[in-house]
């Protein structure tokens, strides 16, 4: 069972704290600009205020909104982005599923074999199963960890078939030009897990056409969103 978020010893109500988490989290928004939205609202705190409630209760959200089963998936697309912290190289390994759902990521210093071995080794922990396929691009690392990890799954290696763990770097990037930039591996490791369990929340699958039903599964979301932070009336 997850254990309860607790605010005591913070001035502000449990509401305004999660609200501007999910500003922060779930929109394109620098610190200051998450101020200034308060600011309108008559809500007078801080950005510093605000980054210190993002790195104690996003991660707190998260883990609450991710107690949920995992969603079946027999398909994993692959990928991973070079992210340059302090002036060193460091690789944002990603998986998504079929639907675009970030189904894990983790931050390593290496793009090789083993690191491929990690992650797949993760997502079979996590989802408790083996796709039936996983798709990536042409990185020898993905074959040779597979054979490793999962040798009876069928492999897809194609730079054309991974668009959608590719397109799932993109709002990360964007946030990347907003913030600057990350200061810490550390720290991009909790920003991400906070980000994608957000966006996975939020984005509808692509069944969710029309308009109504997009506007419905955005209202689940937010009631979603507030019982994970205990902040439900």
Same mark, same amino acid.
């Given at each position: 069972?997850?254990?309860?978020? #607790?605010?005591?010893?913070?001035?502000?109500?449990?509401?305004?704290?999660?609200?501007?988490?999910?500003?922060?989290?779930?929109? &394109?928004?620098?610190?200051? %600009?998450?101020?200034?939205?308060?600011?309108?609202?008559?809500?007078?705190? #801080?950005?510093?205020?605000?980054?210190?409630?993002?790195?104690?209760?996003? &991660?707190?959200?998260?883990? *609450?909104?991710?107690?949920?089963?995992?969603?079946?998936?027999?398909?994993?697309?692959?990928?991973?982005?070079?992210?340059?912290?302090?002036?060193?190289?460091?690789?944002?390994?990603?998986?998504? @599923?079929? @639907?675009?759902?970030?189904? @894990?990521?983790?931050?390593? #210093?290496?793009?090789?074999?083993? $690191?491929?071995? *990690?992650?797949?080794? =993760?997502?079979?922990?996590?989802?408790?199963?083996? &796709?039936? =396929?996983?798709?990536?691009?042409?990185?020898?690392?993905?074959?040779?960890? *597979?054979?490793?990890?999962?040798?009876?799954?069928?492999?897809?290696?194609?730079?054309?078939? +991974? +668009? !959608? $763990?590719?397109?799932?770097?993109?709002? %990360? =990037?964007?946030?990347?030009?907003?913030?600057?930039?990350?200061?810490?591996?550390?720290?991009?490791?909790?920003?991400? #897990?906070?980000?994608?369990?957000?966006? +996975?929340?939020?984005? &509808?699958? !692509?069944?969710?056409?029309? $308009?109504?039903?997009?506007?419905?599964?955005?209202?689940?979301?937010?009631?979603?969103?507030?019982?994970?932070?205990?902040?439900?009336?």
């Amino acid at each position: 069972m997850t254990k309860s978020i #607790s605010y005591k010893r913070h001035r502000f109500p449990p509401q305004i704290i999660a609200h501007a988490v999910w500003l922060y989290f779930r929109f &394109p928004l620098i610190l200051r %600009l998450v101020e200034e939205m308060l600011l309108e609202r008559g809500i007078v705190v #801080s950005y510093e205020t605000i980054r210190r409630w993002g790195k104690k209760f996003g &991660p707190a959200y998260a883990r *609450r909104l991710r107690c949920k089963p995992p969603r079946p998936t027999d398909i994993w697309h692959l990928d991973e982005v070079l992210i340059t912290i302090a002036g060193k190289k460091h690789w944002l390994w990603r998986a998504v @599923d079929q @639907d675009g759902y970030v189904l @894990d990521e983790i931050v390593q #210093s290496h793009r090789n074999t083993k $690191a491929a071995k *990690r992650l797949l080794i =993760r997502l079979m922990k996590k989802q408790g199963m083996v &796709p039936k =396929r996983i798709i990536t691009d042409k990185l020898p690392s993905y074959g040779a960890a *597979r054979r490793k990890v999962m040798p009876r799954v069928e492999h897809r290696s194609h730079k054309g078939l +991974n +668009n !959608r $763990a590719e397109n799932s770097h993109l709002s %990360l =990037r964007k946030r990347e030009r907003m913030m600057q930039g990350f200061r810490s591996v550390e720290g991009l490791q909790r920003f991400t #897990s906070v980000f994608s369990a957000a966006r +996975n929340l939020f984005v &509808p699958p !692509r069944s969710h056409q029309s $308009a109504l039903a997009t506007h419905v599964y955005r209202l689940r979301a937010m009631a979603a969103w507030k019982s994970a932070a205990g902040v439900l009336a």
